[in-house]
Structure formats: structure tokens, C-alpha cells
């Protein structure tokens, strides 16, 4: 009789714990927006280098007093090892393609061509990984690169080169998320993140080679502040949702970064998308939360088997020898 509510107590919490999960991811969505629109704002009166310097600091003594407050200042040694730099460095040069076709591009624009982020990081799973993905999921990642071409406008009467800085960022990104797994877990995400502002800073400051770098204004440092502030919260937000929700339920949240951009789009820079811009972004869109369901799916699958793997093993204690009762991999 005892035994029931103590079964029942991790079922109770789980639910409230995953709903501040997917709040804390579509929260997460909202400030890397903000922290987009200001940066953008910012780059409108001071060079890029110096623009995403600032931010960088900003960014990273946030996460170091976040650092010391939970005790990991031990854990620092690892900003260095060889895996984390790596990162660190996939990271910089996302940044640094991204943010120079930001300044340049209507934000709508640049965050959609950015969102094949996810179907890349599928298709180089497979490589990289040894993962296997299915054909519809294949499908799913060609038709999402296919919007993002379509919002790069290939066409020679149209076509602008800087359309290719968000597609190649992608691709960057894609290779850091890859390269993440091979982080270990005795790491804090928060080192790895201050690792990541450090490289970032560094990076900014060979810039200096051939930026005029210049005092900001009052209106430009609080640019720099508000998205320096708002990167951080995002960053940590975003872990928090991956620990705390299903990744099936936070996942199709990303895409709140498009909807995110249209408005910030419009109502901060006058950006309307044409119908061809619309086209693409359904697509990539629509393929990217494809992608989500069908892991979605497989993940249940999954869990289904194991279950039943379990449930068989229970109901044949005795068998002997173990090899005999083991379920089939085929």
C-alpha cells in the first residue's frame, strides 16, 4: 500500500517539470531573437569585430559568475582541453558568417537560411556518427535545403552572395552540434559556453587589424548590453529546456526563431518577406519539424521495444541459459 504514492511522486513532478522545459525553450527562442535584433541594431554604428567583442564579454562574465556561484571554478582547466576548443572555434566562425550576412540581410532572411541548421546536423550524423536516417528523413532534409536555396534567391538577376553567409554558417554550426558529443558530461555547459565567449573575444580582437574601432554611444552600449544579456539567458534557458522536457517537445520550438525574426523583421526594420521568401520558409520550416516527428517516432518505437524486451525478461525469470532469453537484434 505504501509503495503507490512513492511510484506516483515522479510522475507528478515529471509533468510540471516538462512544462517549464518547453516554457523555458520558447523563452530561450525569444531572447536569441532579441539578442539578434540589438546586434543588429548595433552593427548599424560600429564595426562587426567590435560589436561582437563586447557582446562576447558581456556574455562571458555573466556565465563566470554564474560559474563561481556553482562552485565549477575547478572545472575551468576544461575551457582548454582539445575537444571543447574545438567547439569553441566551429562556434566562432558560426558566429562571425552569421552576424556579417545579419548585418546586411533582413533578419527574416538570414534566421531562415540558418534554420537548415538541424537538417544538416542530420545528414552529417551519418558520417561522422555512424547514425543511420531513414529515406523519408532524407527526403525531409533535401526539401528543407531546397527552401533555404529558394531564400538565397539563386537567380543571376537577383541573387546576392551574401545569401550563401547564413547557409555556410549553418553548415559551421551543424559540425559544432556534431562535435559536441564528443564533449564529456564531467564538463559544465557553462564552461563550454565561457570557452566559446573566450574564443570570441580573442577573434574580435584580430579584427582591430583592419576595423576602426570606436568608443559606442550611450544607445549602442545598451545594444551591446541588452544582447549580450539576452545571449546568455538564451544559452542557459535552452539547457535548462534540453534537461528538463522531452527533446521531442522543445525541438519544433527552434522554429519560433522565424516567426521570431518576421516580427522583429518588420516591426524594428520595416522587413517584409516577398512571396519567394514565404516559399522558402515554409519549407524549411515544415521539413525541420518533419525531422522532429519522425525522431519523435523512432524514439517511441524504441522505448516500445525496450519495454517489451523488459516485459518478456520479466515474464521468464528462470531461463537459463541468458543467451537463450536475450531478444532478437535483427
Known amino acids: 500500500m505504501s509503495s503507490l504514492p512513492a511510484a506516483a511522486k515522479p510522475a507528478a513532478t515529471a509533468a510540471p517539470s516538462a512544462v517549464k522545459g518547453v516554457v523555458a525553450m520558447g523563452l530561450s527562442m525569444a531572447l536569441f531573437v532579441t539578442n539578434d535584433t540589438f546586434l543588429k541594431l548595433a552593427i548599424r554604428e560600429i564595426p562587426l569585430g567590435e560589436a561582437l567583442g563586447l557582446r ?10 554564474l560559474i563561481v556561484r556553482a562552485g565549477d571554478l575547478p572545472a575551468l582547466r576544461y575551457a582548454f582541453h582539445p575537444r571543447v576548443v574545438m567547439r569553441s572555434t566551429l562556434d566562432t566562425l558560426t558566429t562571425f558568417v552569421y552576424v556579417a550576412a545579419l548585418a546586411v540581410m533582413p533578419i527574416a532572411s538570414s534566421t531562415t537560411i540558418y534554420m537548415a541548421t538541424p537538417l544538416i546536423t542530420t545528414a552529417l550524423a551519418v558520417p561522422m556518427l555512424g547514425e543511420k536516417v531513414g529515406w523519408r528523413s532524407w527526403c525531409a ?7 533555404a536555396i529558394i531564400v ?16 555556410l554558417a549553418a553548415l559551421f554550426g551543424a559540425v559544432r552540434d556534431v562535435s559536441t558529443r564528443g564533449i564529456g558530461r564531467e564538463i559544465p555547459g557553462t564552461v563550454v559556453g565561457f570557452s566559446g565567449t573566450l574564443v570570441l573575444c580573442a577573434t574580435a580582437a584580430v579584427f582591430m587589424a583592419w576595423e576602426s574601432w ?13 544582447s549580450g544579456v539576452a545571449f546568455a539567458g538564451g544559452t542557459l ?30 516591426f524594428v526594420f520595416g522587413d517584409l518577406p516577398d512571396a519567394w521568401t514565404t516559399v522558402g520558409m515554409v519549407l524549411v520550416v515544415g521539413a525541420g519539424l518533419y525531422a522532429v516527428h519522425r525522431e519523435h517516432e523512432k524514439s517511441r518505437a524504441a522505448r516500445r521495444a525496450a519495454a517489451g524486451a523488459s516485459g518478456l525478461g520479466a515474464s521468464v525469470p ?13
Open 56 to 65: 562576447s564579454f558581456l556574455a562571458g562574465l555573466v556565465l563566470f559568475v
Open 141 to 147: 532534409i533535401v526539401v528543407g535545403f531546397c527552401g
Open 152 to 167: 538565397t534567391r539563386p537567380d543571376p538577376a537577383t541573387f546576392n552572395a551574401i545569401a550563401i553567409l547564413p547557409l
Open 214 to 226: 570606436r568608443l559606442p554611444s550611450v544607445a549602442v552600449m545598451a545594444y551591446i548590453v541588452a
Open 237 to 266: 534557458l535552452l539547457v535548462f529546456a534540453f534537461r528538463n522536457a522531452p527533446v521531442a517537445s522543445v525541438s519544433p520550438l527552434r522554429y519560433l526563431l522565424v516567426f521570431g525574426a518576421l516580427v522583429s523583421g518588420y
Open 318 to 330: 528462470s531461463c537459463r541459459p541468458a543467451a537463450a532469453c536475450a531478444p532478437s537484434r535483427d
